[in-house]
C-alpha cells in the first residue's frame, strides 16, 4: 500500500508550508521538513496526499438531523446552521462526517467555498492533488477523559470526545477554553501539545492552569505536530473536505469495463421484477373483481328491497342514516353522532375508550382540564342525553373520566 505525503499549509507566506513522508499507517519516514509547495510536489509522486489546512479556517460543529430515510445530509445540513452562521450559506462549504453511534448528532465541517477554491488552485499551481483536506484540529488524537489541546502558532485547536469543539485564537488560553467547554474548567482533564517555539511564548498562561482544572499534562513536539496528526488519517475519523462540489472527478467512462457485468445483471434483475409486480397486479385485479361481486351478493342478502346498484358502502350508509331517522336520533348513531358533535367543541379531547348498552354509550375520555371534561358532560346534556360524570382524576399534566351516557329516561347513573 502506497504511503502518504502529508502537507501543513502555511498561515503566512503562501509559498511556505511544513511536510513529511509516513508510511502507509501514517508514522514517519522521515524528518518533517519545510519549503516550498513545488519542492514538497517531488516527494508526492506515487504517495497518497494529505493536505492540512489552519484550524482556525475550518468551524467543527454539530448538527442534529432527521432519521428520514431518503433524506440528503448534504442537502439539509445548510438550513440546519444557517441561524448559527454571520455568512450566507451559497458561499459556505459544507462537509459532513459520520455520526457516532448511539449519538443523536453529526460532525459537520464548514469552510467559505472561495477559501477551499484558494487552497486546491494553489496546490495544482504546483502539481499536487490531494486526495485528503482537513483542518489539523480533526486530526488531533482521542485521549479518553481527557480535554486535548494543541497549540500550534496564534491558534488553539481542541479535541474533546464527547463535543466537536472549535478552534480559538491563543492570546489568551484561559477565556478560550472557558468559553469552548464553559466555566466547568475544574472538572477537565487537559493535555497540551506544543512545539518548543509556542511553548516558551505560552508556557506561563498554560501553567496558570494548574490549579484551575483536575490535572494538567504537556508534551513537547520536537520535530512540529505533523508526527502526532499524520498516524489519525488511517482511522478515518476525521470530516474531510473533498466532497460535495469539490470530491475528486473520475475520468469519464472510467470503471465501466469492471462494472459492465453487474450493470447486465441489474437490468436482468429489473426486467424480471417488473415482470412479476405485472403478473402480480393482473391476479389482485381478477380477486377484485370476484371480491366486489361476492359483496354485492352478500348486500343484496342482507338489505331487503336493496336495488343492487351503486356502491355498497353507500347503500349500507344510506340504510343505516334511514334507520337512525326513524329510531328518532337514538341508538348507537345518535350516540355517536352528539358524541361527536360534544367532542368538537372541546379543544384537546380524545376518545380513549367507549363501549355500547341499553342504547347508551361508557365513555373514557382524556381532556386537558377538569372544565373541558364537565363542558362534554353538560354539551351531551344540552342534546337531551341523560349524561353523568362518574369519575375524573388527573393523569400526567392532562385529565382523564368517565361519562355514562343514556338515552332520557333511564335509571340514574351509579357513581364509581
Known amino acids: 500500500m502506497a504511503g502518504w505525503l502529508v502537507l501543513q499549509l502555511s498561515r503566512g507566506a503562501e509559498e511556505r508550508c511544513g511536510w513529511m513522508v509516513a508510511d ?14 513545488v519542492e514538497a510536489a ?9 493536505v492540512l489546512v489552519p484550524s482556525g479556517d475550518v468551524l467543527l460543529t454539530e448538527v442534529e438531523l432527521p432519521l428520514r430515510s431518503g433524506v440528503r445530509p448534504q442537502q439539509v445540513v445548510p438550513f440546519a446552521l444557517e441561524e448559527q452562521l454571520a455568512a450566507d450559506i451559497e458561499t459556505l462549504h459544507f462537509a459532513v462526517g459520520v455520526r457516532s453511534e448511539g449519538s443523536l448528532r453529526t460532525p459537520v465541517a464548514v469552510v467559505t467555498r472561495a477559501l477551499i477554491r484558494h487552497w486546491l488552485d494553489m496546490l495544482q499551481g504546483a502539481g499536487l492533488v490531494p486526495e485528503v483536506l482537513c483542518s489539523e484540529a480533526a486530526l488531533l488524537p482521542e485521549n479518553p477523559g481527557h480535554l486535548v489541546a494543541l497549540i500550534d502558532g496564534d491558534t488553539l485547536c ?3 470526545a464527547a463535543q466537536a469543539l472549535p478552534a ?3 492570546d489568551d488560553i484561559a477565556a478560550a477554553l472557558e468559553a469552548s467547554i464553559g466555566t466547568e474548567l475544574a472538572q477537565e482533564h487537559l493535555f497540551f501539545y506544543a512545539t518548543p517555539t509556542d511553548w516558551h511564548r505560552f508556557s506561563s498562561q498554560v501553567e496558570a492552569l494548574r490549579g484551575r482544572c483536575a490535572s494538567l499534562k504537556i508534551q513537547l513536539l520536537s520535530a512540529g505536530p505533523l508526527p502526532l496528526l499524520a498516524p489519525q488519517l488511517i482511522s478515518g475519523h476525521y470530516i474531510n473536505l473533498m466532497s460535495g462540489d469539490f470530491a475528486l472527478k473520475q475520468p469519464a467512462g472510467a470503471g465501466w469495463r469492471r462494472w459492465r457485468m453487474a450493470a447486465l445483471l441489474a437490468v436482468a434483475l429489473f426486467a424480471v421484477h417488473v415482470g412479476g409486480l405485472t403478473l402480480q397486479l393482473l391476479q389482485q385485479h381478477r380477486s377484485e373483481r370476484t371480491l366486489d361481486t361476492a359483496i354485492s351478493d352478500l348486500a343484496h342478502q342482507a338489505l331487503p328491497g336493496d336495488s343492487g346498484r351503486g356502491n355498497v358502502r353507500s347503500r349500507v ?3 343505516l342514516l334511514d334507520a337512525q331517522s326513524q329510531a328518532g336520533g337514538a341508538g348507537l348513531m345518535g350516540a355517536l353522532a352528539s358524541l361527536a358533535n360534544a367532542l368538537q367543541g372541546v379543544n384537546g379531547a380524545t376518545l380513549q375508550a367507549l363501549s355500547y348498552r341499553d342504547g347508551g354509550l361508557d365513555l373514557q375520555l382524556k381532556t386537558n382540564d377538569a372544565e373541558s371534561l364537565d363542558r362534554i358532560d ?4 344540552g342534546e337531551g342525553w341523560q349524561a353523568d360524570l ?10 382523564q373520566g368517565r361519562i355514562q351516557m343514556r338515552p ?3 335509571p340514574t347513573a351509579r357513581h364509581r
Open 390 to 399: 362518574t369519575s375524573g382524576t388527573p393523569a400526567g399534566g392532562a385529565y
Open 317 to 319: 350508509a344510506a340504510r
Open 408 to 410: 332520557p329516561g333511564s
Open 24 to 37: 502507509e499507517h501514517g508514522a514517519p519516514l522521515a524528518t518533517p521538513r519545510v519549503g516550498s509547495l
Open 42 to 50: 517531488y516527494e508526492a509522486v506515487g504517495r497518497r496526499l494529505a
Open 158 to 160: 481542541l479535541k474533546s
Open 378 to 381: 353538560q354539551s351531551l346534556r
Open 168 to 170: 480559538m485564537p491563543a
